[in-house]
């Protein structure tokens, strides 16, 4: 072998080591949800009025731990001192969505012009804080007047979700154990579920029975899916 190709072989091997090394860590810490999600039977969970630190974070830590993607709908007035854990959402790859600025339905639903103002400011707030422009939205307390308001989003370029299943913490005082039956009593019979779901401050319960819902959902054979 002529001596000048050394080099370039040696070059090509240190880069086909590199691409080996890159292919075995994106394995890892990518789930392999996209065609996973064409099957039957898909769930959503989705997270409403984060983010909040505690709360949050161990959510994060569960769907890390078992590969689970997500989808969060984010109340931009609790971001303020919580910047880090809404760029943990953006950076595990979990889908952000918009909820409101200030979740106070007399302000959000005064008039259509209030309501839209409201989504942008969020939005904003999660532009500049992930570099993530959110393309959903899911309204606070399930909607004043949806269907009609609905058309008005979607025309700024809005996909609205809303939920066909839920776990029940919005109730004071739920248990984890309450909560996962919930969660199994209104999905069942349902191929796709949006299983509605919160992770503010106080729902610590949430947190907690996170693990045994998603324990539920795989062993019925479900697909983990986000926005």
């Known amino acids: 072998m002529q001596k000048k190709y050394v080099p370039l072989l040696l070059f090509f091997a240190l880069l086909l080591v590199f691409a080996a090394h890159l292919g075995a860590r994106l394995a890892l810490s990518e789930p392999a949800f996209s065609l996973a999600c064409a099957q039957e039977k898909r769930v959503y969970l989705t ?12 959510i994060l830590d569960t769907l890390r731990r078992e590969r689970i993607r997500a ?15 809404l760029g943990r959402i953006a950076r595990e790859g979990h889908t952000l969505g918009v909820h409101s600025a200030t979740h106070r339905y007399e302000e959000i639903y005064a008039s259509d012009e ?12 999660i532009r500049r804080i992930t570099g993530v422009t959110p393309h959903l939205y899911r309204f606070p307390g399930g909607g004043w007047d949806a ?6 989003l979607e025309e700024r370029g809005y996909r609205v979700v809303r939920w066909n299943a839920e776990c029940g913490d919005a109730t004071a005082g739920a248990t984890a154990d309450e909560l996962v039956e919930t969660a199994i009593e209104t999905s069942r019979g349902k191929n796709t579920v949006v299983l509605l779901m919160h ?13 045994r819902i998603i324990e ?12």
């Open 47 to 58: 997270f409403d009025d984060g983010p909040s630190t505690v709360v949050t974070n161990s």
């Open 147 to 152: 269907a009609r308001r609905s058309v008005l």
């Open 216 to 227: 539920y959902f795989r062993g019925q054979g479900y697909a983990f899916c986000a926005y």
């Open 199 to 211: 992770d503010s401050a106080y729902r610590k319960t949430t947190a907690e029975a996170l693990p």
């Open 114 to 125: 209030a309501l839209l103002a409201d989504a942008e400011t969020c939005a904003g707030v």
């Open 71 to 85: 989808t969060f709908f984010i109340v931009s007035d609790r971001v303020a001192g919580r910047e880090e854990t």
